[in-house]
Every structure is written in C-alpha cells, then in structure tokens.
C-alpha cells in the first residue's frame, strides 16, 4: 500500500513557475513507475509526465515537453514536477500516481494508488 501526498500548488502568472512535490509513504515506492496527471474542469484526466522506478526513463505530454520536468528521490520517498514557463490551459488540479507494473504508462487506469490533487491556477 503506498498513500501520496500532493503539495505545492498554488495561484501564479503566465510565464511563471511552481514546483509541485508528491510524498509517498510505503515500503515499495522505489519500485514504482510515478506518474503527473492533471485535470481541468469538465475534461478528462490527462497524463502530464512519468518516470520509471529507477529515473532511467521519463515521458511527458506534448503540451508540456520542454517546460515541465519530473524527478524522483527514492531515498526520500518523493517524486516532483517542475513546472516552468506556465500557461493559462496548465490550469488544472494536478494528480500524483504509483504504478505497480513494468514500464511506463500513460494511462490513468494503470496507475494504483492516487494522492488528493493539488490545484495549479495560472493567470493570464
């Protein structure tokens, strides 16, 4: 069992940055695949970035290529978003996900264990 905890939200301008942080508690978080997802009002939730159990491997989202960066500390049990150059369309509550299986998936049905959500507002 692991539980995810989502911080770092929060209400910043076009062109800004925030760093959202995801701490996991459970014996097994270095074994999982970690996942962003984000999602905005009235749509679907949406992969935003991943990265497998070991960092080797990491994917994002078109839309966020080149502006979003995720990591991960498997000492600290922790993995985050760096989030640079915001957009007004990167509004959304913004998801921490584990991963049980092998790779690195971008569907949200994959993924086991979900944090609360941390709300990301970018102004225009």
């Known amino acids: 069992q692991v539980q995810l905890v989502e911080s770092g939200g929060g209400l910043v301008q076009a062109g800004g940055s925030l760093r959202l942080s995801c701490a996991a508690s459970?014996?097994?978080?270095?074994?999982?695949?970690m996942g962003w997802f984000r999602q905005a009002p009235a749509k679907e939730r949406e992969f935003v970035a991943g990265?497998?159990?070991?960092?080797?491997?990491?994917h994002y989202a078109y839309s966020v290529k080149g502006r979003f960066t995720i990591s991960r500390d498997n000492a600290k049990n922790t993995v985050a978003l760096q989030m640079n150059s915001l957009k007004p369309e990167d509004t959304a509550v913004y998801y921490c996900?584990?991963?049980?299986?092998?790779?690195?998936?971008?569907?949200?049905?994959?993924?086991?264990?979900w944090g609360q959500g941390t709300q990301v507002t970018v102004s225009s």
């Open positions: 996900a584990a991963d049980r299986g092998i790779g690195l998936s971008v569907i949200a049905g994959n993924y086991d264990y």
């Open positions: 990265i497998t159990w070991n960092s080797a491997t990491t």
């Open positions: 459970g014996r097994s978080f270095s074994s999982y695949a």
